[in-house]
């Protein structure tokens, strides 16, 4: 089926047959047409079906557009590339702003007219996203003003961003501005289902960041995967969330799962767990979508109280681990069990996932309908339930590098591997360990991390913590924790042994933490992830 782009870079640099993941496509629920546009499915099929005067975003200040209003507004924009920032289909447009619902019009506004939507994390420098910009060739740039220094630094020395404008932005050269000089209708570009139609940058610990690319396709594929078979929203829920847009976790969570089923959005721009927690009382959302810390220190600031009365009914935990203590702490506070989910920038959501009736406290949960997933050992043959090793999975989405030799690393023999040491139990339930490269061998002995950490959490004292192996002469590796006390403990030798034995009562003894170093804060990323080799390298 003809491409609708008319600039191929990114298909140019898709991977080579041979080097993609298989594409899963049979299940009855995954069945696309040939011709396929995501803007047309997630938005204006609601205003054609006459659901236009719902609600589809909101901001905790009261803002609210219908769908036909982020239509007329994604429209405006669309026309605005086409007719005067020249934009043609395939051409990259970076995106760079906080959750608003401006930035999710510029989203539609791209997808509309063809284009592939780059997000960027509001917290990336100007050589950071030098990096995304060189990468992707990205020509175009639609950036909140409030962000615009650093991406003017960065455009300074790129070449290819030849067309910026600014939004939220009251100057005659804005983009509100030019939004006004149109009308409000567009034809949306004819895209084949395999177009790409969004590039999504990992948050590379290590080496320049990796562009995945996602086809139209794979966000109607995400979309009829988790949201219906485990999350099972309805048109009156309103979701709310602290990923970022530009993170895949929060795109899909916040922005695509909401408008696949006619929902409703509150798009937060400080998400900080207690600015959260207040969004959520003050706006009624239904269905909350964060971290593990960010659930952890929302329970903590309630100081042992429960959530006010309110209407809170799903609250999802993806980006890293959830310990078993964070569940039972959330749970305390809320009443609600977490349902937990497993996903990646490379297959674009989760694909991992239980429930709030089938979720098990120490587990991730079982393969999403729709994926298959495996453990494998070192030579990549399944291993039997049990047996710890690396998670290897297939589904309807799958990685796409741009242009990126590392594809090699994280799809082998038709398989995604997502980097993380899994363990699947007799009921099908998968059981985290670490990602491969953290499991700490000390003395002969393989150690997850997150085992330590669950019985550190569960210490009153503790507030977080993250457990890594660093370098020991005798034993290889010995664990050390990091430990961020509570308020009013106090963080001396004492605190190190009652710790220390603390494990020991829980766990065999060998996994106790022979190191233990207080901290202030522990280092993360923008997505909630722990830093571990910032830990390791004593950062
Ligand atoms: C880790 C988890 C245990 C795991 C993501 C939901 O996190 C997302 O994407 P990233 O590319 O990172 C992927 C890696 O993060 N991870 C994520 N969730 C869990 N580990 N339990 C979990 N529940 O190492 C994975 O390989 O940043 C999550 C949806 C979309 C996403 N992009």
Redesign the pocket.
């Known amino acids: 089926m003809a491409t609708a782009h008319v600039d191929t870079f990114a298909r140019d640099h898709l991977p080579p047959p041979e080097a993609l993941p298989e594409i899963l496509l049979d299940q009855p629920f995954l069945q696309f047409p040939a011709r396929l546009n995501c803007a047309t499915e997630l938005l204006d099929r609601h205003v054609t079906e006459g659901r236009g005067d719902r609600t589809c975003l909101r901001t905790p200040d009261g803002q609210r557009w219908s769908y036909a209003e982020l239509q007329d507004r994604a429209n405006r924009i669309a026309r605005v590339l086409v007719h005067e920032m020249g934009l043609v289909p395939g051409n990259r447009v970076l995106l760079r702003a906080p959750n608003n619902p401006m930035m999710a019009a510029c989203w539609f506004g791209v997808v509309k007219a063809g284009g592939i939507a780059v997000g960027s994390m509001p917290l990336l420098r100007a050589a950071e996203l030098r990096q995304i910009v060189d990468k992707a060739r990205i020509s175009h740039a639609l950036c909140d003003l409030r962000l615009i220094d650093e991406l003017r630094t960065a455009a300074a020395d790129c070449p290819t961003l030849k067309q910026l404008r600014c939004f939220h932005d009251d100057s005659p050269d804005g983009l509100e501005a030019a939004m006004a000089r149109h009308d409000g209708r567009f034809a949306n570009v004819d895209t084949a289902a395999d177009d790409i139609c969004l590039i999504a940058f990992?948050?590379g610990t290590t080496g320049t960041p990796k562009g995945t690319m996602h086809f139209h396709r794979d966000v109607m594929a995400a979309c009829a995967c988790w949201p219906p078979h485990v999350l099972r929203a309805n048109a009156d829920d309103v979701f709310i969330g602290s990923p970022p847009l530009a993170?895949?976790?929060g795109l899909?969570g916040l922005l695509h799962f909401p408008m696949s089923v006619g929902a409703s959005a509150v798009l937060v721009e400080r998400v900080s767990p207690p600015e959260l927690l207040d969004a959520v009382l003050k706006t009624g959302a239904t269905v909350m979508f964060t971290a593990p810390t960010s659930y952890r220190a929302m329970a903590m600031a309630l100081q042992g109280a429960k959530l006010p009365p309110n209407k809170l009914r799903k609250c999802v935990?993806?980006?890293?681990?959830?310990p078993a203590a964070t569940r039972a702490l959330w749970r305390e506070a809320s009443g609600l069990e977490i349902i937990?989910?497993?996903?990646?920038?490379?297959l674009?959501?989760?694909f991992i996932s239980a429930d709030e009736h089938e979720a098990r406290p120490g587990a991730?949960g079982k393969v999403v309908p729709g994926y298959v997933a495996c453990i494998m050992d070192a030579d990549g043959r399944p291993l039997p339930p049990g047996e710890v090793g690396a998670l290897a999975v297939k589904g309807p989405t799958g990685c796409k590098y741009l242009a990126d030799p590392r594809q090699a690393n994280y799809v082998k023999g038709g398989w995604n591997y997502?980097?993380?040491a899994y363990r699947l139990d007799a009921d099908g339930y998968f059981h985290?360990q670490s990602?491969t490269d953290d499991l700490i061998v000390s003395a002969g002995y393989n150690i997850g991390g997150l085992e330590v950490e669950e019985v550190l959490l569960r210490h009153p004292a503790v507030a977080e913590c993250g457990v890594v192996g660093v370098p020991d002469d005798e034993r290889g590796q010995i664990v050390k924790a990091f430990v961020v006390l509570k308020p009013g403990h106090a963080a001396d030798a004492a605190m190190v042994r009652t710790l220390q034995e603390h494990v020991k009562q829980a766990i065999a003894p060998y996994k106790y933490p022979r190191a233990v170093e207080f901290r202030a804060a522990l280092p993360r990323t923008e997505?909630g992830?722990l830093q571990r080799f910032r830990l390791r390298s004593g950062g």
């Open positions: 990992t948050s993170f895949t976790f899909g935990s993806a980006g890293e681990a959830l937990d989910g497993i996903g990646s920038t490379e674009l959501h989760i991730t997502t980097g993380d985290y990602r997505t992830k």
